[in-house]
């Protein structure tokens, strides 16, 4: 991601509330995160099967 084309946007307690970005890095991210609960649940399949077998 390109940090230059982030914005974060503050309340007026100065938490960020909001983020804007590229669609490019939003897909970027949405991708990861599917890479990530695919691997997870694989993962979760694997120890299941190791657990069958003990």
Not at 23 to 40: G, L, M, N, Q, R
């Amino acid at each position: 991601m390109d940090n230059d084309n982030v914005q974060i946007f503050y309340d007026g307690n100065g938490n960020a509330v909001a983020v804007q970005m590229p669609i490019t890095d939003y897909e970027k991210i949405i991708k990861s995160a599917k890479e990530a609960v695919d691997a997870k649940d694989a993962i979760a399949k694997a120890v299941d099967a190791l657990q069958g077998i003990l």
